[in-house]
């Protein structure tokens, strides 16, 4: 089994263990998943990721990488893209999909929830404004409902159309003639999943395994 | 005093029917002239007992539901059984022998069958097989540890002395417990129905007694063949056939299922021209099922849930709306009769001096070892299964998943079974079993809720997904599958999602109509629901308003919801996947229905709103109008031709002004008013959330704007609906100001107008749509809303806003 012979200690993991909350046999799957990816390079580069044949299927796919070369997922309090990233960015980004730890208490289970619903706020709102535009809206659903193939882009467009609708009457309640719905904020987005159990679902299994060799 | 007449009425009825059916022999040898009328008991027997039975068990459940205050704290099933008990006391003092029970062959083949295709049909999949693997452990493992268990403990006991002189070897304690381990689904639906306790929860318990037929079907068969055999005679050789055959069994059983349930999909398929009596395919086919299961000596209940579960997909996909809800009614009218029927039975089954064999120390044993042994078994092995789930059982919830491991029916049926000639203790086993029985249904569930609100379990949420949690939740499930493919690892999510991709380009391209095939998602489900919700309460608000148009017709009964949740048993699905939209319970108002050519209007408008046969379920739903109650006379015919053409264009249009509203008001533009009439309206409006609907974009502002993204709340004045009916001055050839309804057709004055008020009123948000669909099911009438919206000619009205928001 690869992964039990990762170099143990190796002091750049152990920043990172310390940083991502990663154990040091999840980092080095993740490593050797970084290199294959990579060929062996040193960083990653978008048409790494288009090189992932499965990824081919997904309908939002631009959405995910770019989430990897988004700053704002870095920790890091950055802004911006990138143009390739490095291993220690990649398991940062991966640590918003790790298993909690056994015991959290309710503070870090706050946090662990906000950032995962941040990671999936800043897929939608690409200008980093803040604020969720209609228009991004509707670009990410669509790219999510029509390139399944189910739907067309028109019947897309109306269903982002509703959704903004609805969250617009959720959020702001009572509008004056006046006044302007922007778009969706972190605030509303957090408020508006309230039911969604982000934090015991988006998680990936990291086995302890390596599985690299079996999928490709 | 009226269940006493009922009651006295019953005796006299049951005795002398009794006494008739002797005497009629007599009669045919000798006839000494023309008979004009006669007493033919004899003749009509058994079908009348067992109509009248049926009649008196639903009666019964009559009874008991007129007083919703005990039906709250005592289970529906538990006051059934006491009824029973009643019943067989009376009989029993009538004829000083019991000479109803249920018997196993009646309770097997025509009473268990439709509770669990009821239970199969209605499974929510996703959860069920996300949660398989915990399922799996309980119903297997669990179940034949129960046996297991109890039968060894039951004799040392009795080696031990405590139960006195039984004559019972262990085999056949084993044969008992197997027969007392399994978890009955009937009474896990009757009793956790109440409850709504959490989707994870209830899927666990209710999963695992629908499965563990399985075992227990093998678990009884081998033990009953050892018994049989007798001791000496087994041998490694019978305990490993006895082992495969559990493998046969099971997966034969799902087999079986799954071969049917395919069948039926196929079957669905073709039966656009017999829409009548598509429903009859299901129920007969899912019989078969069964009873080809049980003909092959496999799991009955197994092969019927799979049957159900494979089929439920594409029947509703399918099939016509009508169709899917006969199956539905049809389908939980069945379930639920046949419960009410096999509690009833079991209580009077009590009422017998025959099987009432008393050895305190047996049937107390037993059911504390039911007891004990349930809940170790599910501690331990959640404990075991809690290390590998990603979100571990809590401990409040295994304490509801072992208190609800309920006995009922099919324990007391294979105790029936059981060959007295082999099993000479057989009474005492009946009587035990009829005893665990009456104490997990009535005891327990008298208990159930009153635990579950004092652990403070969690409960099943109730409310409506919203849209964006819908389409928040397919992204994110994309992410997931993303995220796994890019880290290389083989997860949940990608099986999963390779499972979706074979099943639909594959299964679905074989077992699905075309036309449904691209009905399938359910985001769009929900955007659907929506559209519906709008489209009937702009019905309403048009009515109330140009009342004097429309074409009442007192007698239709609009049934506005989709999918329907009934009481007895409502999982309301937290996970997105199967989830309908949850609308407003069911609406059974005479609703006025609209005037023909209204009705066609909006068929055409909502049809194309939708781009696909909207308009084919909105004519089902909402608008049975007149002309439908005057087709002709025919047993297989209710559609009315419609001309499919022509709305395209109409809708298309209407479609792009709407979004061009968006455009007009992202760049703050004002559109122009081209209507001057009603100017004076806008300033008296009462502040609405409303998103702006110009409709009076002009076709330069298009596109190009897409860069600004506010949506504008605001109001425009004569920026509604334009209907020309009611200013004919207005150029009816300015399509971009009428909604398709009421353009281009011939507008004659026996249209549906809409009141000044509609034309000036822009579109609501939704949320007013929450609070109107309470409304709409309030039993007043729709005058009723007047009181709702202020007084004031200038407020605005809800209603006909939120179509055009969809259309």
New interface residues.
């Given amino acids: 089994m690869g992964a039990l012979q990762s170099s143990p200690g190796r002091p750049e993991y152990s920043d990172l263990a310390e940083k991502t909350g990663f154990s040091f046999e999840q980092i080095g799957v993740?490593h050797k998943?970084f290199k294959?990816?990579s060929h062996n390079e040193e960083t990653l580069r978008r048409d790494h990721?288009n090189e992932?044949d499965?990824?081919a299927?997904?309908?939002?796919?631009a959405q995910?990488i770019e989430a990897?070369f988004d700053r704002r997922n870095f920790h890091q309090n950055g802004e911006g893209k990138v143009q390739e990233i490095g291993f220690e960015e990649f398991v940062v980004v991966?640590s918003h999909?790790r298993?909690p730890s056994a015991h959290m208490t309710e503070e870090q289970r706050g946090k662990t929830r906000r950032e995962k619903l941040r990671f999936?706020f800043n897929?939608h709102d690409t200008d980093n404004d803040g604020i969720i535009?209609?228009?991004?809206y509707r670009h990410?659903?669509e790219e999510?409902?029509s390139r399944s193939g189910?739907?067309?882009k028109?019947?897309a467009?109306?269903?982002?159309?509703?959704?903004?609708?609805?969250?617009?009457?959720?959020s702001?309640?009572?509008?004056?003639?006046?006044?302007?719905?922007?778009?969706i904020t972190f605030e509303h987005f957090l408020k508006?999943?309230e039911?969604?159990e982000?934090e015991?679902?988006?998680?990936?299994?990291?086995?302890n395994m390596d599985?690299?060799t079996?999928?490709k | 005093g009226q269940s006493h007449t009922f009651f006295l009425l019953l005796i006299c009825v049951v005795s002398p029917v009794k006494g008739e059916a002797v005497s009629q022999h007599g009669h045919s040898s000798n006839i000494t002239g023309i008979p004009i009328i006669s007493f033919k008991w004899h003749h009509v027997e058994t079908p009348y007992l067992v109509a009248f039975w049926v009649l008196v068990s639903f009666l019964g459940k009559l009874v008991i539901e007129a007083n919703h205050h005990v039906t709250s704290v005592i289970p529906e099933s538990a006051l059934l059984i006491c009824f029973g008990f009643i019943l067989g006391g009376m009989i029993w003092a009538a004829d000083k022998v019991q000479t109803f029970r249920l018997t196993p062959t009646v309770f097997f083949f025509y009473l268990l069958p439709q509770v669990i295709l009821d239970a199969g049909y209605h499974m929510p999949n996703k959860l069920f097989f996300t949660n398989l693997g915990g399922i799996l452990v309980h119903a297997v493992i669990g179940t034949c540890w129960n046996a297991a268990s109890l039968g060894l403990s039951l004799w040392g006991c009795q080696m031990g002395g405590a139960m006195g002189d039984l004559d019972i070897g262990l085999l056949q304690y084993l044969l008992f417990g197997s027969l007392m381990a399994a978890v009955d689904p009937v009474a896990v639906i009757a009793v956790f129905e109440q409850v709504h306790v959490n989707d994870v929860l209830f899927i666990m318990v209710f999963g695992e007694s629908l499965l563990n037929d399985g075992v227990t079907v093998v678990l009884f068969n081998v033990f009953d063949a050892f018994v049989s055999l007798g001791g000496p005679k087994i041998d490694a050789a019978e305990i490993i056939k006895g082992i495969v055959s559990f493998f046969v069994v099971a997966f034969g059983g799902s087999l079986v299922g799954l071969v049917f349930g395919l069948l039926i999909s196929l079957l669905t398929r073709c039966t656009k021209n017999i829409q009548i009596i598509e429903p009859g395919f299901i129920f007969v086919l899912g019989y078969l099922s069964y009873l080809t299961a049980e003909m092959l000596s496999l799991s009955a209940i197994l092969s019927i849930v799979f049957c159900g579960m494979c089929c439920q997909k594409y029947i509703n996909a399918n099939m016509d709306e009508n169709s899917v809800q006969t199956v539905r009614y049809a389908m939980k009218a069945f379930a639920n009769g046949s419960e009410t029927i096999i509690f009833v039975f079991l209580g009077i089954s009590a009422i017998d001096k025959v099987i009432w064999v008393w050895n305190t120390g047996f049937i107390l044993l037993t059911l504390l070892f039911v007891l004990v042994y349930r809940f170790i078994g599910v501690f331990f092995l959640t404990w075991i299964l809690n290390r590998y789930r990603?979100?571990p059982l809590e401990f409040v919830d295994q304490v509801i998943m072992s208190y609800g491991g309920l006995r009922g029916a099919v324990a007391y049926g294979l105790a029936v079974m059981l060959d007295e000639n082999k099993i000479k203790e057989k009474n005492l086993m009946v009587c035990t079993t009829l005893i665990v029985v009456y104490f997990t249904v009535i005891l327990q569930g008298i208990t159930m809720k009153p635990l579950v609100m004092w652990l403070k379990v969690k409960r099943a949420?109730v409310?409506e997904v919203?849209?964006?949690?819908k389409?928040?939740?397919?992204?994110?499930n994309?992410?997931?599958?993303?995220?796994?493919?890019?880290?290389?690892?083989?997860?949940?999510?990608?099986m999963r999602s390779k499972w979706k991709?074979f099943e639909e380009n594959w299964m679905s391209w074989i077992l699905m109509k075309p036309s449904a095939?691209?009905k399938?998602?359910q985001?769009?489900d929900v955007?659907h629901q929506?559209n519906l919700k709008d489209a009937m309460e702009y019905v309403t608000e048009g009515e109330r308003r140009g009342s004097l148009e429309f074409v009442r017709n007192e007698n239709s009964i609009i049934d506005f919801k989709k999918k329907s949740e009934s009481e007895s048993f409502d999982i309301n699905n937290?996970n997105m996947s199967n989830d309908h939209g949850a609308m407003s319970t069911t609406s059974r108002d005479p609703i006025p229905s609209v005037s023909l050519e209204m009705h066609e209007q909006i068929m055409k408008a909502v049809r194309e709103?939708?781009?696909i046969n909207a308009h084919h379920l909105l004519d089902q739903h909402l608008y049975k109008s007149r002309k439908q109650h005057r087709h002709r006379f025919s047993r297989s015919h209710f559609d009315i031709n419609r001309d499919e053409k022509e709305v395209q264009e109409i809708f298309q249009r209407t479609?792009r002004n709407r979004?061009k509203s968006?455009t007009s008001a992202k760049m703050g533009v004002k559109p122009p008013k081209t209507i001057v009439k009603h100017t004076q309206k806008e300033q008296q409006?009462k502040?609405?959330?409303?998103?702006s609907r110009s409709f009076l974009g002009s076709e330069g502002d298009s596109a190009s704007g897409?860069?600004q993204?506010?949506?504008?709340?605001?109001?425009r004045a004569g920026a509604g609906i334009e209907n020309p009916a009611f200013m004919p001055d207005l150029d009816p050839m300015d399509l971009l100001q009428i909604p398709p309804w009421l353009g281009e057709s011939e507008l004659d004055s026996s249209m549906v107008a809409l009141s000044h008020r509609a034309q000036v009123d822009l579109p609501r948000?939704?949320?007013?749509l929450r609070r109107l669909a309470p409304l709409r099911i309030s039993t007043r009438s729709t005058d009723s809303f007047t009181l709702e919206n202020i007084p004031d000619t200038q407020s605005a009205t809800p209603i006909t806003d939120n179509i055009y928001?969809?259309f």
């Avoid at chain 1, 299927?57 to 796919?61: L, Y």
């Avoid at chain 2, 919203?466 to 949690?469: D, F, N, Q, T, V």
């Avoid at chain 2, 389409?471 to 994110?476: I, V």
Wanted: aromatic share 12%; glycine share 2%; proline share 3%.
């Fill in positions: 993740l998943r294959q990816l990721f992932i499965d990824l299927f997904n309908p939002i796919r995910i990897f991966m999909f298993p999936l897929m535009t209609l228009e991004e990410v659903v999510l409902l189910t739907l067309e028109e019947t467009k109306c269903i982002a159309d509703a959704a903004m609708l609805e969250v617009a009457s959720i702001v309640g009572h509008m004056e003639p006046d006044e302007f719905y922007e778009g508006l999943l039911r969604f982000i015991s679902r988006m998680i990936i299994r990291f086995l599985t690299t079996l999928c | 990603l979100v949420a409310t919203s849209l964006l949690e389409l928040t939740n397919k992204m994110f994309h992410t997931l599958v993303a995220i796994e493919d890019i880290s290389g690892q083989i997860g949940h999510n990608y991709y095939r691209k399938q998602d985001v769009f955007f929506l937290a709103a939708e781009a479609m979004l968006f409006q502040p609405m959330k409303i998103l897409y860069d993204s506010y949506m504008r709340a605001t109001y948000t939704p949320s007013n928001a969809w």
